[in-house]
């Protein structure tokens, strides 16, 4: 099974609606991210989690919210959607690990998502 | 403001060749660089990962080198085959501030049978 799993991996939704991307990991890590990318963007980071009682905003929060349910669960929500919200989503975990593993980040396999 | 950029944004190669890909950024202040691997529908994977203070690292039959004075990193695949087909990008994360990945836009590679 996958250490990094999304759900759903495809949606497609109508501007105004309210979305919920989900995220869950088995790989014990503390830290979670939510990424979107866009063709020719690269990848931007919407919101991070230190830990359950830890939320960052990244570079681009604006519509978006998180939810840290759990140490394996980082949700992201999109409380009015916008045809700008168009984009494939990712979310990746990392730890502490030794000097040579910290930060390597590991990503689920993505969230199509399409707002019309 | 940290910029990143990879150049070329695609590249197709034989197989056997050894190729380099390049990575650029701006800002010599970060604390590591990392490179990974995106095959089509799929998420990211890491291949790399290059602390600010190493010159390089190795797994396989790659290698990737960091120079911080001349901002810039290579990733080195010796030995090209199809399945290294793939979009390859480059991170880097800044020294302080934000916690934040600044990720390149990807080389695209294809691996001619």
Known sequence: ?116 | KQEVTQIPAALSVPEGENLVLNCSFTDSAIYNLQWFRQDPGKGLTSLLLIQSSQREQTSGRLNASLDKSSGRSTLYIAASQPGDSATYLCAVRRTSGTYKYIFGTGTRLKVLA
């Open chain 1, 1 to 116: 099974d996958a250490d990094v799993t999304q759900t759903p991996r495809n949606r497609i939704t109508k501007t105004g609606k309210r979305i919920m991307l989900e995220c869950s990991q088995t790989k014990g890590h503390d830290r979670m991210y939510w990424y979107r990318q866009d063709p020719g963007l690269g990848l931007q980071l919407i919101y991070y989690s230190f830990d359950v009682k830890d939320i960052n905003k990244g570079e681009i929060s604006d519509g978006y919210s998180v939810s840290r349910q759990a140490q394996a669960k980082f949700s992201l929500s999109l409380e009015s959607a916008i045809p700008n919200q168009t984009a494939l989503y990712f979310c990746a975990t990392s730890d502490l690990g030794d000097r040579g593993t910290r930060d390597t980040q590991y990503f689920g396999p993505g969230t199509r998502l399409t707002v019309l």
